[in-house]
């Protein structure tokens, strides 16, 4: 299944919905690709600092693969070879690599622009002519056959599209995707441009362009405040319920009710509007509930609206993402304890510099400056805690064994654990579910 997230305005967050819809998808057992089609305001990757800025943005990506794929078609090499060249895993960064667990999450990106690449690669996307890549170089086959490498890739496919009217937005929603996720904030210019591309997508001269097939739509009310402007909160529900109710486009463009979407509105927390943070990977004690269960709740309906043939529609989802039965703790010598909580916890020391903010951040520990800015992380899988250690200056030590980068080891109660120079003592408060020797993995 490919979902594209659209919004006819910027700034409702839509990028951090499909980060955080992907690491529930993670979370949750499949394997999840995300792709940066926003060419000309990328950064999905922002918001995976447990991968290297520097190495992921050197890689080549959307419009690195669409110019290739032009090469190639110019070239006259056998279909095979061009298809072969073009095939969408040369371009795949994996998010958490050599995982337990069948999940996986991959991000395409926008393209290469890391310092010296960033020129070319702006020249590329602002003289990039769509119309000639349909009209010339045969693009609605090559977007006909992207489709189908993504589905052997990934479980589910998410899209960040292009705001407004836009013809690379047209490539991810009409052409692209199954279902589109359109951000609504709380504006005039946000209801009236939904609601008039919703009207377009739902349209016969779309169906027709994607060949028949069905475009499902699901708006879902964006930065929404609701505990001080009581009547614009009002206002703006009831022009909702107004304009995307299934009176005005159908139960099949709209699987669900204008309430079920209502009920999925993403509450706007000032926390969440100055950094690239992820809520669902947070821990129970720093995370806010309201964002926590609004994106759980898109997720839940989303994966419903999964072909029968895919997993993702016949499985209990909600069951599927394991939250950890007992807090784990890991302790100084003082007694002062860091929480893990959540299925997942990046440990490492924050740096304003590089924009990064491990959500265990040990810079404050008397040798905190011996410890990576992205050191070490602990899983929480089938009711056991992993410990995987990644690239770090000084290394990661448990029980006096170093792991080298990339080994994960099982953990029990009372490991201790060196992070560079910072000893730290592994605690967990329910501890019946950790039998059996600690052990790598």
């Not at 979370?27 to 600092?49: I, K, N, S």
């Not at 995707?177 to 997508?201: H, I, K, Y």
């Not at 893990?340 to 916890?345: A, E, H, I, L, N």
Request: charged share 25%.
């Amino acid at each position: 299944m490919i979902i594209t997230f659209y919004s006819y305005k910027g700034g409702v967050g839509r990028s951090m919905a499909l980060a955080n819809l992907a690491e529930l998808f993670y979370q949750a057992g499949f394997r999840a690709l995300m792709v940066d089609w926003d060419l000309e305001a990328p950064g999905l990757e922002r918001f995976f600092p447990v991968i290297e800025p520097q190495q992921v943005t050197t890689k080549a990506g959307v419009i690195d693969m669409l110019i290739d794929y032009k090469v190639q078609m110019a070239s006259e090499s056998s279909h095979e070879s061009m298809l072969e060249s073009c095939n969408p895993l040369r371009y795949i960064t994996e998010i958490y690599p050599n995982q337990p667990g069948s999940g996986g999450l991959f991000l395409i990106t926008a393209g290469r622009r890391r310092e010296s690449h960033f020129s070319e690669y702006a020249r590329s996307v602002l003289s990039f002519d769509w119309q000639d890549f349909y009209e010339n170089w045969e693009g609605e086959l090559y977007f006909d056959w992207l489709r189908e490498q993504f589905d052997p890739i990934a479980d589910v496919t998410l899209i960040d599209s292009r705001t407004g009217v836009t013809e690379m937005g047209g490539v991810c929603t009409y052409q692209l995707a199954d279902v589109v996720v359109m951000f609504c904030a709380g504006n005039q210019q946000s209801l009236e441009g939904t609601f008039e591309m919703a009207q377009n997508f739902a349209s016969e001269v779309v169906k027709d362009l994607r060949g028949g097939r069905l475009l499902k739509l699901v708006v879902v009310p964006a930065r929404v405040e609701d505990r001080s402007e009581k009547d614009s909160f009002a206002e703006f529900q009831s022009e909702f319920k107004a304009r995307f109710s299934r009176a005005n486009f159908g139960i099949d463009v709209m699987p669900l009710s204008v309430e079920e979407m209502w009920d999925l509105k993403i509450p706007h927390v000032p926390y969440y509007a100055f950094r690239e943070r992820v809520a669902v990977r947070e821990s129970s004690n720093k995370r806010h509930e309201d964002m926590y269960s609004a994106f759980v709740g898109l997720f839940n309906q989303l994966s419903s609206l999964a072909p029968d043939s895919r997993s993702l529609s016949s499985l209990s989802l909600v069951g599927r993402l394991e939250r950890p039965r007992g807090q784990a703790l890991l302790l100084n010598s003082e007694g002062k304890g860091y929480p893990v909580s959540g299925v997942r916890t990046l440990i490492g020391r924050s740096s304003k510099r590089h924009n990064l903010y491990p959500e265990l951040d040990l810079s404050g520990e008397e040798f905190g400056h011996t410890v990576s800015k992205i050191h070490a992380q602990i899983t929480h899988l089938a009711d056991q805690w992993y410990l995987e250690a990644l690239p770090a200056t000084n290394g990661t030590v448990v029980q006096e064994e170093l792991l080298k980068t990339g080994m994960k080891r099982r953990l029990q109660h009372g490991d201790v654990i060196r992070f560079g120079g910072v000893v730290l003592t592994f605690q967990i408060s329910n501890d019946r579910s950790q039998g059996g020797n600690t052990g790598q993995v």
